[in-house]
C-alpha cells in the first residue's frame, strides 16, 4: 500500500517533466492533476482550516489584483488573456488562473520553509512572520520567470500589449507578481501567526514534505524537452510588433531555469534530507561547545 502511494507521486512527476512542457490537452490535464495532487496534500499537511483559508486568500488576492491588471495595466503591465475563452470567468479573468496561483503558491511556500528554517511550521518570531512571505513570493515569481516568455510571446497564452526586453515580457510583469504574490503569503502567515500555539504541523516522512518541492522542480524541467526537440527555429512575433527567435526564448528558458528554479529546489531538498540533528541542533551544539571551551579555559587559567 505504501509503495503504491509513493509510486502515484512518482509517477506524477515524470509526467509532468516529459509532458507538461507543452500546450495541447495532455499537459491542461497533467497540470490540473498536479493542482489537485498539491490541494491534496496540503489538507494532508498543514489540516483543512488553514489549506481552506490558504486557497480563499489566494484566490481573492489572485482575481482581485489579475481584473485590476488587465482593465488598467497595474501592477503588471498592459496584458490580456487569450487562453480559456469558452471557460467561465472571474471577471475578466479565466478560472484556471486562481487554482495554478494556489498550487504553485503552496508548493513555494513549502519550499521557502525549507530555506530558511528546519520544518514546515507556523510562524513563532516576527522574524519568520516576515520572512516566509518574502521568500515564498521570491520562489513563487521564479517560476514566472521560467513559463511568461513560453507562455505569452510562443504559446499566445496571454499577450502583452507593450511588450518588453524579456522576449516580449516587461519586467513590470515580474514586479507585479511579486507584490501581489507576497500579498496574499503575508496574509495567510499572518492568520497563521495567531494560531502558533495550537499544536505544530503532524511531522510526516521527507519523502512526504518532497512532493511539493519536486513538483514545483519538475514544473521547471518540464521546459528541457520542447527545447531539445525543437526541429528548426521559428521567427515569433509578440503583441507588439518585435521579432523573437523560438530557438534562442527556448534556450533562455532552460538557462533561466538551470539557475533559478533547480538551486532553489535542490537547497530545500537538502535541507529537508538533513539529520535531524543537523537540521535542529547544529547551532545549539556549537554555541555549547563555545560555553564549554570557555568555562574549561577559565578553569585552567584561573585569575589570581
Known sequence: MRSGISI????????????????????????????????AHSVLAIGWKEAATFLVVCLFITFTME?????TG???????????????????IPIIVGPLYFGMGYASW??????????????QSHYMLIAIPIISAFVMTQWDIVIDPSGSTLGRAWI??????????????FLGWLLVTWVYFQIFEIFIYFRRDLPTYRLSSPLFWAFPVLLYLAAGLCHIIPF?????????????????????????TVVVMLFTMLPTSLLALLRLAAPSSDRHGKRIMTEGSVRTRNHNTTNDNPLP
Do not use: C, M
Open 8 to 39: 502515484g507521486p512518482a509517477i506524477l512527476i515524470l509526467l509532468i517533466i516529459l509532458l507538461g512542457g507543452g500546450t495541447g490537452f495532455v499537459a491542461q490535464a497533467i497540470a490540473a492533476i498536479s493542482i489537485a495532487a498539491l490541494s
Open 160 to 173: 502583452w500589449y507593450d511588450s518588453g526586453g524579456y522576449f516580449g515580457v516587461p519586467i513590470s510583469n
Open 67 to 71: 481584473n485590476i491588471g488587465v482593465l
Open 228 to 252: 531539445l526537440t525543437a526541429a528548426s527555429d521559428t521567427r515569433l512575433v509578440d503583441a507588439a510588433g518585435r521579432a523573437w527567435s523560438e530557438r534562442a526564448l527556448q534556450e533562455t
Open 110 to 123: 513549502v519550499i521557502a520553509n525549507f530555506l530558511i528554517g528546519t520544518k514546515v511550521d507556523r510562524p
Open 74 to 92: 497595474f501592477p503588471f503591465g498592459r496584458y490580456t488573456f487569450l487562453v480559456g475563452k469558452n471557460l467561465p470567468h472571474i471577471g475578466v
